[in-house]
């Protein structure tokens, strides 16, 4: 690569210089402000802001992203910008103007005020210049008078502020104002023309064309101070320190000692700005300069910024207005470099850089303590030198055509295989360096062959990486769900592993059994659940099943079929359990009640995907043939009997592999062929008082919610047969903390708990005398249809909705919703039924399956008429003859007296055999 030879220059100067000065340049970032603010005359800090002052406007500097944006409107030739109270006023060549900052522009000044072109404010009060005059404004009432002066007072004046005193300066002398009487009142000497005035200690310091001077603030008399400073341009204090930049150089005044000192190496140099920083002092010309008070001696620190106007220290940063805009010193920051093409992952697995052979560049960049890159490389120019090792880059350092422009991507450096170091240093035309340290750079090079098994290596790590994080991070588990991921970026080896490796399956199942465990059905069921017998404890059960690997539940409705399976889900998803076989099985409860008459598999595949994302086709049946199963199905009369054998045939296919639990009401045929039948009964009555005293604590908080042994007190004959169905007990547990009233009958439960819904006369008051007959209407229907409520085909008022809600009979599931209990469902469709049981009975459609037998048992529950209850069983009897026998059982034995003297008549349609052996 070609070097100019200026840039041969520029390398020269700066390895001496770095040689002799001993500047560390990691001490250093130089950074242009972004944006265009053109000649910068001013940089002022207000607040968290800075804005930057020039001949194009004023520009306003964000510091996070370091770019300069310009007022909407801004004027140009802006001569001052100051806070005045809560607001920012500029004065330009066109006036005076306050700064909208939300809005982003400038707003002219209104009166006098328009006219600033100067600015100045202390407190509450202003001072403002206009083109021949001074004005003072009160920023409490906004009102302006006019500075009274003779006619020499105001000759080029500028407005300075010397400790709390306001001065002028001009061409003829300099004059103070008279706060009190609002006059300029000039001071006596012979001044000449006044450029710089300061406040030091009691004095103060004037400087002019005619050297330095110091001002009796009691008398206002000035006496010339013996140095040779020429034509006097600003005066600094800095603690103990007076800087005074003039024509014949730049002085150091101790304020302690008196003793003058000339700071050598800024003779016949123009000193525009001078500011503090730390415990240096920066000097602003023609170039920038960094004073060493010990040696008294100006260092130039060579930077390409321009000629500069202004220096500010903001926070711990140094801010520059030049003629070619702004820049920031960031002393925490520093050039850092990178060889382009590392390759990330392969890196970070060695902990060090890896890259191919080949041709590479170096990049360079900032490392700031914000972790934001402000560092613009293509605009700051920079060049590096690389080595092998220290001697030799110090050896290039000694040449400047070995410079190398950082920016261009040609081939400047050859990586061969193997390890390598290399050795760097870096400047730029801003004078940020590298530092006398060099950087080093280290790592592998890696021959372009080892792609042949890399990229394997790679995208086999990456999926292995995907498959151990899928169960809590879901990014990875859907790229496992991905088939093209999962079988050609891992060539084959994460489905091997998920259909071969049990441990791998179990798995890929934590985020599954998870989300199972977390379910509030399943949480609170793992909780509350209370073993009706020594059957169903988890040891026992798990001993049947692996025996019986179709198990069927059945049992009238309520009797705790439900809550059994998903007190086994709830145990089987928690992931603690101690029974060696179903802690290897994996859980899936499907509620029949609604999923309609779809296919097992789609249900369990529903079930899957809902709970652990489980959403490719492809893998859920591969799973499913490898077996670990535990399928809990919830329900079998709520569906079809084509829906029916579809399960009973999955569950008979899966048994080698999986197991399957069945719950329903009805013990079939089909049932009695492929599962082992296992009765669930009524709970006796040692069970419901130690399920009332369970109850009656909150398990989570220790509560105590009611008094158990005040209810056991209550409980009569009638209370213990209704409460033998775990639902009812619930019931009846819920109306005594409600009313301290325990029900005496299945009716009088069930109308408590339901209340105003089914008040027929509290509806009639309210206009809506229907409204009980619609529910009761509904609930018969979605009995015979075996079907939740659907809202987008089913009608029900809103009131009804919202009352059953509150009682948290009704609930949502899965953008269905149904009855808390099937049983709440049987008794509001009874009531539907004991109006109109001829009618339906004779209808030839009405057809009776399973499910009506909760809905007839509460029908005979509120039937007090014999020869009614005859004529229902007679119609019965010719619609379903199944149906008859088991409703004749159940109402001999808890209503005889209903089937006194007609069953003669009945047995006569089936045989006396048939119905009562």
Not at 136 to 147: A, G, P, S, Y
Not at 208 to 234: C, M, P, Q, Y
Not at 353 to 364: A, K, L
Not at 908 to 916: D, I, P, R, S, T
């Amino acid at each position: 690569m070609g070097n100019s030879s200026r840039q041969f220059v520029t390398g020269s100067i700066l390895t001496i210089f770095l040689a002799f000065c001993h500047m560390p340049s990691s001490a250093q970032l130089i950074v242009r402000a972004g944006g265009s603010p053109g000649i910068v005359s001013r940089i002022v800090s207000v607040d968290d802001d800075v804005w930057v002052v020039g001949l194009k406007g004023v520009y306003r500097v964000n510091r996070k992203t370091n770019q300069a944006v310009s007022l909407a409107n801004d004027a140009l030739m802006v001569y001052s910008l100051t806070p005045v109270g809560k607001e920012i006023w500029i004065g330009t060549m066109l006036g005076g103007f306050s700064i909208d900052r939300k809005a982003n522009r400038a707003v002219p000044l209104t009166g006098d005020a328009a006219r600033a072109n100067d600015i100045i404010s202390v407190g509450d009060e202003a001072w403002i210049t206009g083109i021949s005059d001074v004005f003072h404004v009160d920023l409490k009432t906004n009102h302006t008078e006019r500075i009274n002066g003779d006619g020499d007072s105001f000759w080029g004046h500028r407005l300075i502020l010397a400790g709390d005193e306001i001065w002028l300066t001009g061409l003829k002398g300099a004059s103070k104002v008279d706060r009190k009487t609002n006059r300029a009142v000039p001071i006596a000497g012979d001044f000449g023309s006044v450029s710089a005035i300061a406040s030091i200690d009691h004095d103060t310091w004037i400087g002019s064309e005619k050297g330095v001077f110091r001002v009796d603030r009691d008398t206002n008399l000035g006496s010339r101070l013996a140095i040779d400073t020429g034509w006097v341009h600003s005066i600094f204090l800095s603690g103990d320190d007076v800087w005074i930049s003039a024509l014949n150089g730049f002085f150091h005044v101790s304020k302690k000692t008196n003793d003058t000192e000339k700071i050598a190496g800024l003779d016949y140099m123009i000193i525009g700005c001078i500011a503090p920083f730390g415990e240096e002092i920066w000097v602003g010309g023609n170039d920038v300069f960094r004073v060493d008070k010990r040696k008294n001696q100006a260092i130039p620190l060579n930077w390409s910024i321009g000629a500069v106007t202004s220096i500010v220290a903001v926070d711990d940063e140094l801010w520059f207005g030049t003629s070619n805009g702004a820049f920031r010193m960031d002393p925490k920051s520093r050039l850092t470099v990178d060889l382009a093409g590392s390759l990330p992952m392969i890196s970070r697995f060695f902990g060090v850089p890896v890259w191919f052979e080949g041709d590479s560049y170096p990049v360079v960049h900032s490392a700031g303590r914000r972790g934001e890159d402000w560092y613009d490389a293509s605009e700051a120019d920079p060049m590096v030198i690389d080595a092998p090792d220290k001697a030799g880059l110090e050896k290039k350092l000694k040449d400047p055509t070995n410079w190398l422009k950082a920016t261009e991507q040609g081939t400047n450096i050859r990586l061969k295989p193997g390890r390598i170091t290399l050795y760097f240093s870096i400047h730029d035309k801003y004078g940020n360096t590298s530092g006398l340290e060099p950087l080093k750079i280290e790592g592998w090079v890696l021959p372009t062959w080892t792609l042949s098994f890399l990229i394997p290596f790679i995208a086999v790590s990456f999926c292995g990486l995907c498959l151990t994080l899928a169960p809590w991070v879901r990014y990875c588990h859907m790229l496992l769900m991905n088939p093209f991921v999962r079988n050609w970026a891992s060539f084959g080896t994460v489905p091997l592993l998920l259909t071969t490796v049990p441990p791998v399956r179990k798995h890929i199942f934590r985020r599954y059994l998870r989300t199972m465990a977390g379910a509030e059905k399943f949480k609170t069921m793992g909780t509350k659940y209370i073993v009706p017998d020594t059957r169903f404890n988890l040891v026992s059960f798990g001993e049947t099943l692996s025996r019986a690997p179709v198990i069927c539940l059945h049992g009238q409705s309520g009797v705790g079929k439900s809550a059994f399976l998903a007190y086994l889900a709830s145990e089987c998803s928690s992931m603690v359990l101690h029974e060696p076989l179903l802690r290897r099985l994996t859980p899936v409860f499907v509620d029949l009640s609604i999923v309609g008459d779809q296919n097992p598999e789609s249900m369990v595949k529903a079930e899957l995907r809902k709970n652990g994302d489980l959403t490719d086709e492809k893998i859920v049946d591969a799973l499913l043939d490898y077996g670990g199963f535990l399928f809990l199905f919830d329900g079998l009369n709520e569906v079809s009997e084509v829906s029916q054998t579809g399960i009973l045939q999955f569950a008979d296919v899966h048994r080698n592999h999986s197991f399957t639990c069945i719950s329903t009401q009805i013990v079939t045929d089909e049932l009695l062929h492929i599962s082992k039948l296992i009765s669930v009964d009524p709970l006796s009555p040692d069970k419901i008082l130690e399920l009332i005293r369970r109850k009656s604590i909150d398990l989570e908080t220790g509560r105590q919610l009611f008094d158990s042994e005040l209810l056991i007190e209550e409980m009569t004959p009638a209370c213990f047969a209704i409460s033998n169905v775990p639902f009812q007990l619930e019931l009846l547990i819920e109306v005594w903390e409600a009313l301290q009233q325990a029900p005496q009958g299945i009716d009088e439960l069930y109308s408590y708990a339901l209340g105003s819904i089914i008040d027929k006369e509290a509806w009639i008051k309210k206009g809506h005398g229907d409204y009980p007959d619609i529910l009761c209407e509904l609930a018969f229907t979605l009995l015979t249809e075996r079907r939740p409520f659907d809202p987008k085909k089913d009608n029900l008022p809103d009131e009804i909705k919202w009352e059953l809600k509150a009682r948290r009979l009704f609930n949502d599931r899965a953008g269905v919703m149904e009855f808390r209990h099937d049983r709440v469902r049987a008794y509001l469709a009874a009531r539907h039924f004991s109006l109109r049981w001829r009618s339906i009975l004779v209808d030839e459609s009405t057809v009776i399956d399973s499910n009506w037998d909760p809905m007839m048992e509460f029908y005979l529950e509120r039937e007090q008429d014999t020869i009614r209850a005859k004529e229902m069983m007679l119609l019965l009897a010719s619609k379903d003859p199944d149906a008859t026998i088991r409703i004749t059982q159940w109402g001999r034995t808890h209503h005889p007296e209903l089937f006194t003297g007609w069953l003669d008549q009945l047995a006569h349609e089936f045989g006396k055999k048939v119905l009562f052996d």
